[in-house]
């Protein structure tokens, strides 16, 4: 009986270390990891130029055209610097951020994204 109950704490000990913390929040639920997003900036257009992102989410741009492009906050909050051709930058998302945004050097540019509780 001892031994089968100290094989059972083990078991659960094991089982308990092994599952990632990163899955639980403070109440035992479980939760998503942060997820990565990719923009691609092609044709003067951002593609796609609609998405769905949580607290924690990075946001990745990557220039595709010859022209340089931005992708900057419209309230100024947030800006990823100047994508020459093939070059990347990212952003993470944090509450409240501008989820509007547009090319700095094309303001005819835009698009925006959402923020989703994280535990949906």
């Known amino acids: 009986m001892i031994r089968r109950l100290f094989i059972r704490k083990a078991a659960a000990a094991i089982a308990a270390a ?3 913390a990163s ?4 109440s035992g639920r479980a939760i998503a990891r942060p997820r990565r997003h990719r923009v691609e900036i092609e044709g003067f257009r951002f593609t796609p130029d609609r998405l769905e992102v949580a607290v924690g989410d990075t946001i990745t741009w ?3 055209d010859i022209a340089p492009h931005t992708a900057t906050a419209t309230d100024g909050g947030w800006n990823t610097g100047e994508l020459v051709k093939d070059a990347e930058a ?16 094309h303001p005819m540019m835009k698009a925006r994204f959402s923020i989703t509780p994280k535990d949906q």
């Open 18 to 20: 092994t599952f990632p």
């Open 23 to 26: 899955y639980l929040s403070l």
């Open 62 to 64: 990557i220039n595709r």
């Open 90 to 105: 990212s952003v993470t998302v944090v509450s409240g951020m501008q989820t509007t945004y547009f090319c700095a050097f």
